[in-house]
Antibody, heavy 120, light 107 residues
Framework: EVQLVESGGGLVQPGGSLRLSCAAS????????MSWVRQAPGKGLEWVST????????YYADSLRGRFTISRDNSKNTLYLQMHSLRAEDTAVYYC?????????????WGQGTLVTVSS | DIQMTQSPSTLSASVGDRVTITCRAS??????LAWYQQKPGKAPKLLIY???SLESGVPSRFSGSGSGTEFTLTITGLQPDDFATYYC?????????FGQGTKVEIK
């Protein structure tokens, strides 16, 4: 059974940094791209970033490029999202998601999410 | 970036109704479209992928159609468990975008 367990969320002040983690199990982690998707309170889903299976390439939403960095440790089956210069509008539940194989075009598995709150 | 526009934003319906949700892409995405169901406090659940393929375990009352720029999700015979928010999502050239969501409410 695929399991994705996010951690690292919490309260952070504007301008601060935070690193989220996603521990993956139940599938061959090294064979899949991985993504982060977020959802602000009461709002819709927003794709944040995707990293290829090897970690060699990463893609970001235009609005986030430069502040967020996605990475992975294939030896630990863990995905990360490093977030800098956080703003109030980054407040959201952050989901780790496993895309489909190949083109990674849709998401079959999701974690439970971790809440990030940016506030003074 | 490709924009996805869902309509309606909210839909009131009764158990047993046939419900249709539309998603339009700002440019052609072939059939790179998925549909998800989300309930409050829960992660999204994949319903349909590649515009019309039903995800394993999803009831057959859910169906998807379309290609290019216009897509629909149809629920034939709405059940109490189907009252939720539905999102479309596109993939194109290493960019992924969700629609703004359609909330299906009890009439």
């Amino acid at each position: 059974e695929v399991q994705l367990v996010e951690s690292g969320g919490g309260l952070v002040q504007p301008g601060g940094s935070l690193r989220l983690s996603c521990a993956a199990s139940g599938f061959t982690f090294t064979s899949y791209a991985m993504s982060w998707v977020r959802q602000a309170p009461g709002k819709g889903l927003e794709w944040v970033s995707t990293i290829t299976s090897s970690g060699g390439s990463a893609y970001y939403a235009d609005s986030l490029r430069g502040r967020f960095t996605i990475s992975r440790d294939n030896s630990k089956n863990t995905l990360y999202l490093q977030m800098h210069s956080l703003r109030a509008e980054d407040t959201a539940v952050y989901y780790c998601a496993k895309p489909s194989p190949g083109a990674a075009s849709y998401y079959k598995a999701w974690g439970q999410g971790t809440l990030v709150t940016v506030s003074s | 970036d490709i924009q996805m526009t869902q309509s309606p934003s909210t839909l009131s319906a009764s158990v047993g109704d046939r419900v249709t949700i539309t998603c339009r892409a700002s440019q052609s995405i072939s059939n790179w479209l998925a549909w998800y169901q989300q309930k409050p406090g829960k992660a999204p659940k994949l319903l349909i992928y590649m515009a019309s393929s039903l995800e394993s375990g999803v009831p057959s009352r859910f169906s998807g159609s379309g290609s290019g720029t216009e897509f629909t999700l149809t629920i034939t015979g709405l059940q109490p468990d189907d009252f939720a928010t539905y999102y479309c999502q596109q993939y194109n050239d290493y960019s992924w975008t969700f629609g703004q969501g359609t909330k299906v409410e009890i009439k």
